[in-house]
């Protein structure tokens, strides 16, 4: 590959990698108003990885967390801060990076030409951010107020979610194949 295609790859990459960063913060700050209101922070992480695909989505998904670190409002709520992540909420957050690391090694080992293998790879990515999310709250909300149930934590920060995360997946999978055609130099 000559100098010029090495460059302009790389140019795409940080161009890519910075437009997903910024489209999970702003579905971070959608909420859609429900009995226990969402946002689309999970769709976007799917959709990065996705369309891509593991390495430059895992490092769209970083930027954002890394951005949201330093202080920048890109977290749901308009949060940021090291508080945001420290918080009782703040493994779902860090369970995205983890989400995204996985689907990246599961696109190394298995690949997806499927959409569903893509779809099953992004569900099993999903239990993995609610367990992590999940220990985290315990652990912080125990360390704060006191000891909570499993079943407690899971009926309110993960039960009510289901539903509407498997729909995010869905829509994430589909258009993650129309748009990854758009996406030069994807990883294959």
């Known amino acids: 590959m000559s100098t010029t295609a090495v460059n302009r790859s790389k140019t795409y990459d940080l161009v890519y990698i ?10 971070s700050w959608i ?11 999970t769709f976007a992480v799917f959709l990065a990885v996705g369309v891509l695909g593991g390495k430059r989505g895992t490092l769209a998904v970083l930027v954002y967390i890394l951005l949201g670190a330093v202080g920048i409002p890109v977290f749901s709520g308009f949060k940021g801060g090291i508080g945001a992540l420290t918080g009782v909420t703040g493994g779902y957050i860090v369970g995205f990076l983890a989400s995204a690391l996985f689907l990246w090694g599961m696109e190394k080992l298995v690949g997806r030409k499927k959409s569903w293998i893509l779809a099953l790879q992004m569900v099993a990515a999903l239990i993995l951010c609610y367990a992590i999310g999940t220990v985290w709250f315990m652990v912080v909300y125990g360390g704060n107020s006191g000891t909570m149930g499993v079943g407690t934590v899971l009926g309110m920060c993960v039960i009510p979610f289901v539903i509407p995360d498997l729909i995010k997946i869905g829509f994430a999978v589909v258009m993650s194949k129309e748009l990854a055609k758009a996406v030069p130099f994807r990883e294959k």
């Open 31 to 41: 909420s859609i108003p429900t009995a226990v209101p969402f946002t689309l922070q």
């Open 18 to 27: 910075g437009m997903f960063a910024v489209i999970i913060a702003v579905c």
